[in-house]
């Protein structure tokens, strides 16, 4: 199935869980994500199965004022 | 020790620092620095493929500075509180910025959803310091709601025209007294950061006027002395002001005097 992270298109097994995906995506720590415009704390990525055309938002650390 | 609280904790320097638009990681490194800040500000983004963003977070936490996340460019509550909640994981602190757009224009906050969205936050447990305009009935509200902090704007981010209203921001400082006011945003000269501790603010919070100085590090250190200027002279209460000249020099023994 077909899922977005970060806007690009990224295909995945079917009952991916979050943790295989961000892997599969070589997500790098420190990162926080979010699953369709809602946050998935770390320690729920594991239990956080994905569905065909989910969005994912990976944010990692930059600078701000 | 002269100190401001922010939720509780003490705090001297008081110049938050921004940590974007630096000529080059180095420059921000050393400008923070020498600005002797204790709060910086941070964001979140999307990761990139290359390792920028790793260098940049190991060079903030060499610092060793309390950092201050926001939520820059967020357009809705729900962004806002999406981002602030991961902002809280990544960072490991409960303190928010909280930047809520609601003119793309001139990067004015919106009052209404930043109502909205700091009830929110201060309910999830967030120490919320949101920026706001300098209205005042807006800063009693969200000081109604629990924000024992407020960022009103001295101008629109990035302008560097100063304080636009002072009359609004000295109500402000008068009307909530026990409150600590941080001028955000706005500022481009020292001066800037000087009236606004004149007035009573607590501490301004800048970035584009340090990072878009000719040479930041050197201004980094004229705003930390303008900072401590201004508070002085809050602390010290200026003479009244008069319309009428009078004479600094004794005029008893004048030689010369003309007596017709």
């Known amino acids: ?65 | 020790m002269d100190c401001f609280s922010v939720y509780g904790e003490q705090f001297t320097s008081r110049l938050l620092i921004g940590s974007a638009l630096y000529p080059s990681p180095s420059v921000m490194q050393d400008s923070i620095v020498a600005s002797q800040a204790e709060i910086v500000t941070v964001s979140l983004r999307r990761q990139q493929s290359a390792a920028a963003g790793d260098d940049f977070w190991q060079l903030i936490k060499n610092t060793g500075l309390k950092v201050l996340p926001n939520t820059a460019g967020c357009h809705s509550v729900k962004e806002a509180v999406t981002l602030a909640q991961m902002c809280r994981e990544v960072f490991a602190t409960d303190w928010i910025k909280l930047e809520l757009i609601g003119d793309e224009y001139n990067l004015q906050p919106d009052p209404i959803a930043l109502l909205e969205a700091t009830k929110i936050l201060l309910a999830d447990g967030f120490k919320v310091l949101p920026y706001c305009t300098d209205d005042l009935v807006l800063c009693q509200r969200l000081a109604d709601l629990g924000c024992e902090v407020l960022m009103p704007w001295g101008a629109p981010i990035g302008t560097g025209k100063g304080l636009l209203n002072p009359y609004n921001l000295k109500m402000i400082r008068e009307r909530l007294p026990n409150h600590t006011l941080i001028v955000d945003a706005g500022l481009g000269l020292p001066s800037h950061a000087c009236q606004a501790l004149e007035l009573g603010y607590d501490a301004v919070l800048l970035n584009s006027a340090i990072a878009g100085a000719g040479c930041p590090v050197t201004m980094s250190k004229a705003f930390k002395s303008a900072v401590e200027a201004g508070r002085y002279s809050y602390v010290a209460k200026a003479m009244p002001e008069k319309d009428v000249a009078s004479p600094s020099t004794p005029t008893l023994g004048m030689p010369f005097w003309h007596q017709e």
């Open chain 1, 1 to 65: 199935m077909n899922i977005l992270i970060n806007g690009q298109s990224v295909t995945v097994s079917e009952n991916t869980s979050l943790t295989q995906a961000l892997s599969q995506f070589g997500a790098r720590p420190p990162f926080a994500v979010a699953v369709n415009g809602d946050f998935v704390p770390r320690s729920q990525c594991d239990a956080k199965t994905l569905n065909e055309g989910d969005s994912i938002e990976l944010l990692s650390p930059i600078q701000g004022g």
